[in-house]
């Protein structure tokens, strides 16, 4: 009895190859089509030449991390017939490749938020950090979101104000342009590079001004009830990843940020297969989230694990701290996964998997001198890999006890 150990695996351009990952022990790839664009259907043929790759190098593909979800079919506008078409057929094609777990997100326009990417821990490794008066200097005075402002207490717009008065243009521009490109366009962004991206993320904000919290759970809960009977019968359990962070940035309405909000999700369309991807990164970052709490309330939905530790500061404050060190209790939580495990495995459920992999990790040794996409190192990874598999491991011979 064990978590399936995977590896998020940016296909052919990874600095990491499929070999290495069979030599670090990693059974299941989560990866996506990264070439097809958001809101386009992914083809058989491009599903299984993946799939073959990655079953020539002695592993399966896991889990479809993430199918993009188009922002016309979170703003529920234009060409949303197409778009939910689209997205069944690829679920449907998924699915007869034998791909069975899909993770999506129904975040607006950002699909994860820090302003530092470069962060020094104590230890002289490199983690990310978000800090929010920072990231107001970057929506009032870099971004200049007509009416920022209004979103912010006094207290953080006069802190906004003297960080950004602080910066070079040069790094008000590094700091837009790790926001809205560097972390966005390896999985899909909304906006990707050009000279204009800033002016072109304005516009994708307005495309939601009318659009609030109640609209946007609307917006899922029609997306859910269009798709969902294609993901069961394609035999797809679908799985939806909390927003990072966890609380409002932007402006914008965040949905999935709460055991209140993931227990209406997962409510609203009643299946096994309308599930979720357990992120204890993101949600950790926000102190009332109790996440050994949410992991027992979700656990027969949780279908995918994405298990890291974060630290908080001051103000919605956050930084990345190593896998088992962090608020999270990583024991906890491993131990709800593992008693489900089991619980599926007596209840002769087929989703019996439960594959988990160590989401981002610092920067240390040789990641200083190699190329990854931001929170993607090598030896970070490895090492909240081992550390997680460790526990793991040895929590499972306390629930099945070694007869002598
Ligand atoms: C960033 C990740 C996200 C996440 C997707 C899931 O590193 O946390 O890209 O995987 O949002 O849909």
């Known amino acids: 009895m064990a978590l399936e150990k995977t590896w998020r695996w940016f296909g052919a351009g990874d600095s990491v190859s499929l070999q290495w990952l069979r030599q670090m022990g990693i059974e299941g790839v989560v990866t996506a089509l990264y070439n097809v664009p958001a809101g386009e259907v992914w083809q058989t043929g491009d599903i299984r030449t993946v799939k073959a790759e990655i079953e020539r190098n002695g592993m399966h593909w896991s889990v479809a991390e993430s199918l993009p979800v188009a922002e016309g079919i979170k703003t529920h506008s234009g060409d949303y017939t197409r778009l939910r078409d689209n997205y069944r057929r690829s679920l449907h094609n998924l699915g007869a490749c034998g791909i069975d777990t899909v993770c999506y997100n129904f975040m607006p326009v950002l ?3 820090r302003t530092n990417l470069h962060f020094r821990n104590e230890q002289g490794g490199e983690t990310m ?7 107001a200097a970057f929506d009032i005075h870099i971004l200049r979101r007509p009416d920022a402002a209004e979103d912010y207490t006094p207290h953080v717009r006069q802190q906004a104000q003297e960080i950004a008065a602080r910066m070079t243009g040069a790094q008000q521009e590094e700091l837009a342009h790790n926001i809205i490109v560097v972390t966005q366009a390896f999985i ?4 990707s590079e050009s000279n204009d991206y800033k002016q072109r993320f304005l516009d994708y904000l307005d495309t939601y001004r009318h659009i609030g919290k109640e609209e946007l759970r609307d917006n899922l809960a029609r997306f859910l009830k269009d798709i969902m009977p294609a993901a069961e019968e394609a035999g797809v359990n679908l799985c939806i990843h ?3 962070p966890p609380f409002p940035l932007l402006g914008l309405p965040r949905i999935a940020s709460t055991q209140e909000d993931f227990l209406r999700i997962t409510a609203q369309y009643d299946s096994t297969a309308n599930g979720v991807t357990f992120c204890t990164g ?9 996440i050994v709490a949410m992991a027992h309330a979700l656990a027969p939905r949780i279908h995918f694990a994405h298990l890291r530790n974060t630290r908080t500061l001051p103000q919605f404050g956050f930084y990345e701290s190593g896998h088992l060190d962090g608020t999270v209790d990583m024991f906890a939580v491993l131990e709800i996964l593992l008693k489900e495990q089991a619980d599926r495995i007596r209840a002769g459920r087929k989703d019996i998997r439960m594959p988990f992999r160590p989401d981002h990790g610092l920067r240390i040794l040789d990641d200083f001198s190699r190329t990854a996409n931001p929170g993607y190192p090598l030896y970070g990874r490895l090492k909240g890999l081992a550390e997680i598999d460790g526990m793991q491991q040895a929590i499972a011979r306390t629930l099945t006890p070694m007869r002598c």
């Open 129 to 135: 950090l978000f800090d929010y008066p920072t990231f």
């Open 242 to 244: 909390a927003d990072d």
């Open 111 to 113: 699909d994860w938020a």
């Open 188 to 191: 899909h962004g909304a906006v």
């Open 282 to 290: 993101s949600l950790s970052a926000r102190p009332d989230n109790d």
